[in-house]
């Protein structure tokens, strides 16, 4: 097996050929040379500059499931999905930066941010998302599970939007209103917003890629197998990045935690909620959500005396312990592979960044 680091430049090395196919199609359609110019920097600037996570969990997969390492065609095809998620991603992010007002992304300024880009980010990203059904239409049009792949990415849209819609709604920055906030509300957004797109869907287009020779990966049983497993996988994943907002270090992190004064619908604020004394409810009323440090400070406070590291510790193992169970009850030889969900669950148990 590859190492972390070859995994993710072969993958990389995929992503030049997409982008000048995709830059290509703009040409003959008699884009001007300034519009292709364009959509090169935006899918440059937005695309491949992340952790790639999602879109190498396609590749891992296929391979999982086939058993031996992919040809370089095989793998270029199943990196095509891969980059799909990707572009999906990049879609959500250039949009969500301008509704959110965010001033960096990645280490750099967001897109809607570069001079002479401003608004013209929100047709960018719709041109983002579009770029994935060229690339279906061009290389799996042929397939038996083209619809299928239509589906999944239309579907999957629209889920995230739901869950970015009741986020939106329930938590903004400039009206804080902590008695919309729930443990449930938080749970429907975290599958919604971040457990679909970025846990079910690689492993569910990996699931069709591979159907013409493993028809019964992609059966309904199947699928809904995978989405059991995988959505509270997705779940733990994002508990654990609140957790890490606060608790962990901005070196751990890549950056200085903000939910607090973002007023975020947070897995912490939500289990402080359910355990405050009417005082301390009092206190996150107050200070929630504000733009201030030493507000800031008291609400931490809070979190610390109601223990909830101890409480994430006691999610964290019931998490993994869950989880673990679901996958040992796929059969040990069956075509769906436990493998997928372990390799899932090794990458993010106990992460610290």
Known sequence: ?????????????????????????????????????????????????????????????????????????????????????????????????????????RGQPCWYRIPKVGNIAVNDSFMLEAAIYHLFRGHFRSEPYYVDLLDLMHETTLQTEMGQLVDLITAPEDSVDLSKFSLEKH???????????????????????????????????????????????????????????????????????????????????????????????AILDECYGRKDPEKEARVKKIYWDLDLVGKYNTYEKDSYEKVTGLINQLPADGSLKREVFTSFLEKIYKRTK
């Open 187 to 281: 749970r429907f957004i975290v599958l919604y917003k971040t457990a679909f797109y970025s846990f079910y869907l690689p492993v569910a287009l990996a699931l069709y890629f591979v159907s013409p020779t493993i028809p019964e990966v992609a059966s309904p049983e199947s699928l809904q197998r995978a989405k059991d497993i995988l959505l509270p996988l997705g779940e733990y994943f994002q508990v654990q990045d609140d957790y890490l907002d606060c608790f962990g270090t901005p070196e751990q992190i890549g950056k200085i935690g903000t939910d607090i004064i973002d007023n975020k619908c947070s897995w912490l604020i939500n289990v402080a909620l359910a355990h405050a004394s009417p005082e301390q409810r």
């Open 1 to 105: 097996m590859s190492s972390k680091q070859d995994k993710r430049q072969r993958f990389i090395d995929v992503f030049p050929g997409i982008r000048d196919e995709l830059i290509e199609y703009l040409a003959k359609e008699n884009m001007s040379r300034e519009a292709q110019e364009w959509y090169k920097n935006n899918l440059d600037y937005n695309v491949p500059g992340g952790k790639l996570n999602r879109g190498i969990s396609v590749t891992d997969t296929v391979e999982i499931l086939y058993g031996r390492p992919l040809d370089d065609a095989e793998y270029r095809r199943a990196a095509i999905l891969g980059w799909s998620v990707e572009l999906l991603q990049a879609f959500f992010l250039v949009s969500d930066d301008m509704m959110d007002q965010s001033i960096t992304r």
